[in-house]
């Protein structure tokens, strides 16, 4: 999975368009395309806005220390359910 995938799902999975991260990022729909096709690079300052607007900031972590954020996902994932079964 490339890195403007990882940034596609955070926002999918935060329900938002593209238009509607845009907004939030004070940026243009055709910026916000562009990073999520790998053909723009993201800076540091945008990345923690975007896994704030997008309450993903498990994935953050994971990019910045160097760990495939789908991995963190996917191992992850089972916990919180369990968890959410248990309260």
Same mark, same amino acid.
């Given at each position: !999975?490339? *890195? $403007? @995938? &990882?940034?596609? @799902?955070?926002? %999918?999975?935060? $329900?938002?368009? +593209? %238009? %509607?991260? @845009?907004?939030?990022?004070?940026?243009?729909?055709?910026?916000?395309?562009?990073? %999520?096709? /790998?053909?723009?690079?993201? /800076?540091?300052?945008?990345?923690?806005? #975007?896994? /704030? &607007?997008?309450?993903?900031?498990?994935? @953050?972590?994971?990019?910045?220390? $160097?760990? /495939?954020?789908? !991995?963190?996902?996917? +191992? *992850? !994932?089972?916990?919180? $359910?369990?968890?959410?079964? #248990?309260?």
């Amino acid at each position: !999975m490339t *890195f $403007g @995938a &990882v940034l596609k @799902a955070c926002r %999918e999975r935060a $329900g938002l368009t +593209q %238009e %509607e991260i @845009a907004e939030k990022l004070h940026r243009s729909r055709s910026c916000i395309s562009k990073f %999520e096709s /790998d053909k723009k690079t993201l /800076d540091v300052t945008t990345l923690i806005r #975007w896994t /704030d &607007v997008t309450a993903a900031k498990d994935v @953050a972590c994971a990019i910045v220390t $160097g760990v /495939d954020p789908v !991995m963190i996902l996917q +191992q *992850f !994932m089972p916990l919180i $359910g369990g968890l959410i079964i #248990w309260i």
